[in-house]
């Protein structure tokens, strides 16, 4: 069955880096976009960056852009999304998720179940 | 970009329905047909209920159905039950590889 388990989460300082990993399974990775949302504590869903099932096309929300950079391993069946310059606004949980449809812009049919990231100041 | 609009609550007895409205733009809701709505207990990873406006995936009750006018979606849960309640987001593609989620809709099952 498809699995996705994120892990790396933290409490980190603000303005400082951290990089979390969503492991697949059950499914051909490379077939498939991928995506990480996120969510504040208490608060909804926004997605935050996506990526191709090949790797080589990125996209990002205006909130991250240029401080999140999204990869993939194809090999290791594994997405990342490396955070920099982190704020306290980005603490969250990060899901990552399967997209599906329109190259994958239509909807997420699978999620991990999260990785909490707690910016401190 | 800027969230969809939904209402904060919704509320139902056993049995009854509930709508909920996710309200967007013609520039994500009303330009696509790629509306989906995810259910979300706490402490939990959202769940897919509806995918491209109105269709269910395999194992989802069919007391969950899905349409849009416009720029308004909507969400209808028919025969309400216990294990219902929950958070519901809608989302839409918003071009360019851009997405954007609801404000999210808290279901309770009076």
């Given amino acids: ?121 | 970009q800027s969230a969809l609009t939904q209402p904060p609550s919704a509320s139902g007895s056993p049995g009854q329905s509930v709508t909920i409205s996710c309200t967007g733009t013609s520039s994500d809701v009303g330009g696509y047909n790629y509306v989906s709505w995810y259910q979300q207990h706490p402490g939990k990873a959202p769940k897919l209920m509806i995918y491209e406006v109105s269709k269910r995936p395999s194992g989802v009750p069919d007391r969950f159905s899905g349409s849009k006018s416009g720029n308004t979606a909507s969400l209808t849960v028919s025969g309400l039950q216990a294990e219902d309640e929950a958070d519901y987001y809608c989302s839409s593609y918003a071009g360019s590889n851009n997405f954007v989620f609801g404000t999210g809709t808290k279901v309770t099952v009076l």
């Fill in chain 1, 1 to 121: 069955q498809v699995r996705l388990v994120e892990s790396g989460g933290g409490v980190v300082q603000s303005g400082r880096s951290l990089r979390v990993s969503c492991a697949a399974s059950g499914f051909t990775f490379s077939s498939y976009a991928m995506r990480w949302v996120r969510q504040a504590p208490g608060k909804g869903l926004e997605w935050v960056a996506a990526i191709s099932s090949d790797g080589n096309n990125e996209y990002y929300a205006d909130s991250v852009k240029g401080r999140f950079s999204i990869s993939r391993d194809n090999s290791k069946t594994t997405l990342f999304l490396q955070m920099n310059s982190l704020r306290a606004e980005d603490t969250a949980v990060y899901y990552c998720a399967r997209g599906r449809g329109a190259g994958g812009n239509s909807y997420f049919d699978y999620w991990g179940q999260g990785t909490l990231v707690t910016v401190s100041s």
